[in-house]
């Protein structure tokens, strides 16, 4: 419960984002692989020498182990190590790993076992991490569109939200690869066009591909980019994403 008192020492975590808190402090959102996303304040990291090293490892995609205490939402950071070394993310790869930490704060939940998306995120960033020993010009021919489309479907699965993949919600058949559907996002893929107008066209295959995790298809990927978007647009409200308008601004003008 967010009211009684948490203790929680060596736990995994990893730091999404922070934000400063008075003149030396700073208030830290982790991602904990059994107590999902947790907040705790890290009393004087800023401007002193003897916490510098803290400060360093406060930074967003830091692997630790932390221990927390206190009665409220709102923890303490008592101790924290780092654990190995982090994934190293750049150019691109540093926009969609912030894309996917922005979709963890808005959408996690707190005092949660989140261990199955702990270790998919894991998965997912050292994707995005590209070797050292790769060009630039290599690294910026990876289609990182693949991996952010895994994490986001099976994060609306993991929340409770997963889609419909696999038949048709008004014969009850099973998707075909022929077929074009409309899908409605609280129930799937439809044959005749609902009066309803919240829904949008999609192809069999796009389903068939997605269900499978096969998006190697240019026509799979950007029909699965749209209808994930779609899905996720219901859970995150209005406010629009940071990180997704970034990227566009970077690397879509």
């Not at 975590?13 to 003149?23: F, P």
């Not at 261990?115 to 630039?136: H, Q, V, W």
Request: glycine content about 6%; proline content about 3%; hydrophobic content about 35%.
């Amino acid at each position: 419960m967010i009211n009684s008192r948490t203790e929680l020492d060596n736990t995994s975590a990893v730091v999404l984002h922070y934000y400063n808190y008075r003149d030396s402090s700073l208030i830290v959102n982790f991602f904990l692989r059994d107590f999902g996303k947790l907040s705790a304040i890290a009393k004087g990291v800023k401007g002193k020498k003897s916490k510098q090293n803290q400060f360093a490892l406060l930074q967003p995609f830091q692997k630790l182990k932390i221990s927390l205490t206190g009665k409220q939402e709102l923890l303490i950071l008592k101790n924290i190590e780092s654990t190995s070394t982090s994934w190293k993310l750049s150019g691109k790869s540093l926009y969609c790993a912030y894309y996917l930490n922005e979709l963890l704060l808005r959408l996690l939940p707190s005092h949660s076992n989140c261990n199955e998306i702990f270790i998919l995120y894991d998965k997912i960033l050292k994707i995005l991490s590209p070797d050292s020993s790769i060009s630039d010009g290599q690294k910026d021919s990876i289609n990182y569109e693949i991996p952010l489309r895994i994490f986001e479907l099976k994060l609306l699965e993991f929340l409770g939200y997963g889609l419909n993949l696999s038949y048709e919600i008004d014969t009850g058949f099973p998707v075909s690869a022929e077929k074009r559907y409309y899908y409605l996002i609280d129930s799937g893929p439809a044959n005749e066009q609902p009066n309803d107008e919240n829904y949008c066209l999609i192809s069999g295959t796009t389903l068939i591909d997605l269900d499978n995790l096969e998006l190697t298809d240019r026509k799979t990927l950007h029909e699965s980019k749209q209808l994930l978007k779609w899905a996720l647009a219901g859970h995150l409200g209005d406010k629009p994403l940071k990180s997704r308008e970034m990227y566009r601004q970077l690397y879509c003008s």
